[in-house]
T-cell receptor
Framework: AAGVIQSPRHLIKEKRETATLKCYPIPRHDTVYWYQQGPGQDPQFLISFYEKMQSDKGSIPDRFSAQQFSDYHSELNMSSLELGDSALYFC????????????FGPGTRLLVL | DAKTTQPPSMDCAEGRAANLPCNHSTISGNEYVYWYRQIHSQGPQYIIHGLKNNETNEMASLIITEDRKSSTLILPHATLRDTAVYYCIVRAVKTSYDKVIFGPGTSLSVIP
C-alpha cells in the first residue's frame, strides 16, 4: 500500500539558511500534519491542514510556515535556521471527513550546522 | 484529551507475549484509545485503536477494561524487530483532523 512520502530524507543546512521540506500524503488523504522530534524527545505537533486550509497549530516557530497545495501535498518552509532546529520532521496524513487514523511518513532529518 | 500513564520501560523475551499497560483514568465517553510505536528514528507506526470493545489485528490485540480506565496492548509473539517506544494515546476524535499528542511512552526491549 502507498505510504506517506517525504523529501528530502536528509538535509544539512547552515545557520540562518532556509529549508523546505515536502510531504506527499497517501492517495485520497486530504489532511496533513507536521511534527518535530528533537534528539531524545517525543514528536511534537507543529501544524496541520485540511482541504488546503490550516486546521490546527501547535508550537510552530514564527520562522516556520507551511501550506497545502491543490494536489494535497504540503511544504514546510523554515527560515533563519537555528542550531536548535536540528531534528526529525515527520509528516502524517489522514482522511479528513472520517475517523481515519493518521499515518506517518519516514521523516526528514535536518541538521543545522 | 485525557492523559495517559505508561511504564517508562519494559523487557520481553523473544517469542513471548509482550503486554504493555496504559492507564487513562480520566478518559471520556467519546475518546478512543490509540497505540502507535516508533522504532528508533523511524516514523511513528500506527498499531491499533479501540473505543470500548477489545480489538485485534495482524499486529496486536487491544484489551480495554470495562470501565475504560485502562488498557493493555498485547504483542502475541514478540520479535527483536518489535523493540521500539510504544505510545498509548487517548484522542477525542471529534473530527479526524485532530493532532496526535505523544507522551513519554514505554520503551520495549525484546531480548533474545
Amino acid at each position: 500500500a502507498a505510504g506517506v512520502i517525504q523529501s528530502p530524507r536528509h538535509l544539512i543546512k547552515e545557520k540562518r539558511e532556509t529549508a523546505t521540506l515536502k510531504c506527499y500524503p497517501i492517495p485520497r488523504h486530504d489532511t496533513v500534519y507536521w511534527y518535530q522530534q528533537g534528539p531524545g524527545q517525543d514528536p511534537q505537533f507543529l501544524i496541520s491542514f485540511y482541504e488546503k486550509m490550516q486546521s490546527d497549530k501547535g508550537s510552530i516557530p514564527d520562522r516556520f510556515s507551511a501550506q497545502q497545495f491543490s494536489d494535497y501535498h504540503s511544504e514546510l518552509n523554515m527560515s533563519s535556521l537555528e542550531l536548535g532546529d536540528s531534528a526529525l520532521y515527520f509528516c502524517a496524513s489522514s482522511l479528513g471527513d472520517s475517523q481515519e487514523t493518521q499515518y506517518f511518513g519516514p521523516g526528514t532529518r535536518l541538521l543545522v550546522l | 484529551d485525557a492523559k495517559t500513564t505508561q511504564p517508562p520501560s519494559m523487557d520481553c523475551a523473544e517469542g513471548r507475549a509482550a503486554n504493555l499497560p496504559c492507564n487513562h483514568s480520566t478518559i471520556s465517553g467519546n475518546e478512543y484509545v490509540y497505540w502507535y510505536r516508533q522504532i528508533h528514528s523511524q516514523g511513528p507506526q500506527y498499531i491499533i485503536h479501540g473505543l470500548k470493545n477489545n480489538e485485534t489485528n495482524e499486529m496486536a490485540s487491544l484489551i480495554i477494561t470495562e470501565d475504560r480506565k485502562s488498557s493493555t496492548l498485547i504483542l502475541p509473539h514478540a520479535t527483536l524487530r518489535d523493540t521500539a517506544v510504544y505510545y498509548c494515546i487517548v484522542r477525542a476524535v471529534k473530527t479526524s483532523y485532530d493532532k496526535v499528542i505523544f507522551g513519554p511512552g514505554t520503551s520495549l526491549s525484546v531480548i533474545p
